[in-house]
């Protein structure tokens, strides 16, 4: 058996480890029902994924799939998918679609929706039923903890020489859409009792709140806010119980996913209850079997929002974003500025599709994501997606020894109007100026590496820079020598040297490139 995937550090840095080597995450998720069917990804979906330089799938296994009727699992389609990976080198991330998925509770099984009474779902504030099996339904979540443990005891017996599964997603986008808590009688009931002693001391001395919480309910110690946090506290604590049943067969690293807290902005709008970025601090301690909570970014304060869901106890992977050649740059800067383990764009498939079989999202969407439709035109992307997948390949060799140093600095252009930034460095200040925002064009962004006080590695696309000496000293900084060039495993090779007119305009182009720049001072 070779050793199972786990997540480690380097330099201080939580990385992924798979066969007890680092491994960056160049992923893609399938659209919801494509790996419900081996066929269809034979025709439809492995040979749109060639050439993309993906290491990883992202895709979705569900309970309907594993159990069909109660006790009675069926693993050929997990094997198939398998099979299918294996053959393809492709690393799987599964999504375990159990009991919610976009807070609803379609993937459950037949024999599940249909009983209702054992399975019972949350109620908004009218009564009325939602179809969302309600998270303090004792009944529900040891079935759904009960088929996820039988679906990693599989996985060790099918998977632990290969380690094709590297880890996996609980659920998907938890929390309760179109009403701002559960009011059915089940949890009705806890919320109106005294708040759990843990989660007391949990917000002990938040000023937010009363000094003595002793004895009150949900509402009289948390007020406003009482909803969203009695929802995560129910959902967490869920799935612990399903990650731990899991994990106690087979101890995969696991995580959450988070339909972001975006606009309009009100729990229930956004999954109430979900692990959204302020609410970690009641999922980390509630669900502490998982390893980070990760966010499906359609907005388009994409980097806004890496940077929010990076910490160091919550390393980053993204498991869905938008997959328009400008949102591709962005997944540079994961791994240049966030440390990311890794970053996977939605709908994959579609990048080598043709564009007239593609489905539009739904105008509604589009406006209600305050995104221009252009922005999610996928048909320009496949060469670049593919161009920096291989870029990062190359690069991580780099990113291993320079991760966590003030030796290497990442960007990104955030928004049409920001056009640049300054770098500070050892004995030079660097100023990145980002080219225009392009239509079917990736945006700007790069990693610069000081490999020496006097020698710099430029990587990425569309800018330009200037090397400035440190403020007050009057010298002038002069390039003494410009290599275009790529990374080979982390080696720079050497292209043209840039002199003379080639000199006067270095720039890094819509390609992913690295210039290499070694300058003097007179
Ligand atoms: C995502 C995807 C998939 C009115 C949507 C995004 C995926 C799920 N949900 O294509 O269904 O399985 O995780 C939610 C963002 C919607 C904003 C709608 C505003």
Redesign the pocket.
């Known amino acids: 058996m070779s050793k199972i995937p786990y997540i480690g550090e380097v330099n201080g840095i939580k990385t992924l480890f798979v066969d007890d080597r680092p491994f960056f995450v160049r992923g893609g998720e399938l659209h919801?029902s494509s790996s419900s069917s081996l066929e269809y990804m034979e025709e439809k979906v492995w040979p749109m994924l060639r050439g993309l330089n993906m290491n990883t799938v992202v895709l979705p296994v569900a309970w309907e799939n594993i159990e069909p009727t109660e006790g009675g699992f069926d693993f050929s389609l997990v094997d198939g998918l398998l099979d299918q990976a294996r053959r393809e080198g492709m690393k799987l991330v599964i999504l375990w679609f159990g009991l919610w998925?976009?807070s609803e509770s379609n993937y459950v099984p037949m024999w599940v929706k249909r009983n209702y009474e054992t399975y019972w779902r949350a109620e908004n504030a009218k009564g009325d039923k939602l179809n969302i099996i309600s998270p303090f339904c004792k009944a529900a979540v040891e079935k759904d903890a009960l088929a996820f443990g039988k679906l990693l005891e599989h996985l060790k017996d099918v998977d632990s020489e290969d380690n094709t599964v590297i880890f996996l997603q609980v659920e998907?986008?938890i929390g309760v859409l179109h009403s701002e808590r559960d009011f059915s009688a089940g949890a009705e009931s806890l919320f109106q009792s005294a708040v759990p002693e843990d989660i007391k001391t949990l917000f002990d001395g938040d000023e937010r709140f009363p000094a003595n919480m002793d004895g009150q309910s949900w509402p009289e110690v948390f007020g406003e806010n009482a909803c969203e946090m009695f929802m995560c506290w129910g959902y967490a604590n869920a799935v612990e119980t399903i990650v731990q049943s899991g994990q106690r067969q087979y101890k995969l690293p696991m995580y959450a996913?988070a339909?972001l807290e975006q606009h309009p902005w009100r729990p229930g709008t956004y999954p109430c209850g979900g692990p959204i970025a302020k609410m970690h601090k009641i999922w980390k301690h509630c669900a502490p079997s998982l390893f980070t909570f990760g966010p499906?970014i359609?907005v388009p304060y994409t980097a806004d929002v890496m940077d929010e869901y990076a910490a160091p106890d919550n390393p980053l992977f993204v498991p869905?974003v938008r997959k328009d050649p400008g949102a591709v740059s962005y997944l540079l800067y994961a791994f240049g500025h966030n440390n990311a383990i890794g970053v996977s764009p939605?709908?994959v498939e579609d990048i080598n599709a043709d564009p007239a079989t593609l489905k539009k999202p739904p105008f509604?969407?589009m406006m209600?994501?305050n995104i221009d439709p252009a922005a999610m035109d996928c048909s320009a992307t496949a060469p670049y997606l593919s161009a920096v997948y291989g870029f990062i390949r190359e690069m991580e060799p780099l990113l291993l020894e320079y991760r966590g140093t003030a030796h290497m600095k990442s960007f990104v252009k955030h928004n049409a109007v920001d056009d640049g930034i300054m770098l500070s460095f050892e004995k030079y200040d660097i100023v990145v100026n980002y080219g225009r925002t392009e239509e079917k064009k990736p945006v700007a962004s790069g990693i610069i590496y000081e490999l020496a006080p006097d020698r710099f590695l430029m990587t990425g696309m569309n800018y330009t820079f200037t090397i400035y000496p440190k403020m007050g000293d009057r010298s002038e900084v002069v390039i003494g020598e410009a290599r275009e060039g790529r990374l080979e495993q982390g080696r720079f090779v050497s292209g043209r040297i840039l002199n003379g007119d080639e000199r006067m305009d270095i720039n890094l182009g819509d390609m992913p490139g690295a210039v290499s720049v070694e300058v003097y001072t007179i």
């Open positions: 919801n998925k976009n998907n986008e996913n339909w499906d359609y869905e939605f709908g509604f969407v209600a994501l």
